[in-house]
């Protein structure tokens, strides 16, 4: 299985509502395209008034990555949306295969 790492840094303010188009609109969506296992967002405090996020999707090859970020698997997938919330994020997003797990 694969990780899809990636992570952008957002005024807290702005975290509700990155949150609910997660929710609304990117997670749906992946729960359709075969392969796909699983997302999370993670987040952690940066400053008082800023956060950084970091979204950690696993799938079961990368493939399966294709269906969703065709034709650059390592291409970050950011909606104009989503970027608006956010001072800066990653335009490139990391795989790891994932070894072990409980």
């Excluded at 929710?23 to 940066?46: Q, W, Y």
């Excluded at 493939?63 to 034709?71: G, K, L």
Aim: glycine content about 0%; charged content about 20%.
């Amino acid at each position: 299985m694969i990780a899809r790492y990636w992570s952008a840094r957002l005024p807290a303010r702005n975290l509700s509502a990155y949150r609910e188009h997660l929710e609304r609109s990117v997670f749906p969506e992946l729960k359709s395209i075969p392969g796909f296992v699983r997302a999370e967002l993670l987040a952690r405090e940066l400053t008082h008034a800023e956060l950084e996020v970091v979204v950690l999707s696993v799938w079961q090859s990368l493939e399966s990555i294709d269906a969703f970020a065709h034709p650059d698997r390592n291409a970050a997938v950011v909606a104009p949306a989503a970027s608006a919330l956010f001072t800066s994020y990653d335009t490139r997003v990391r795989h790891l295969q994932i070894l072990s797990s409980v």
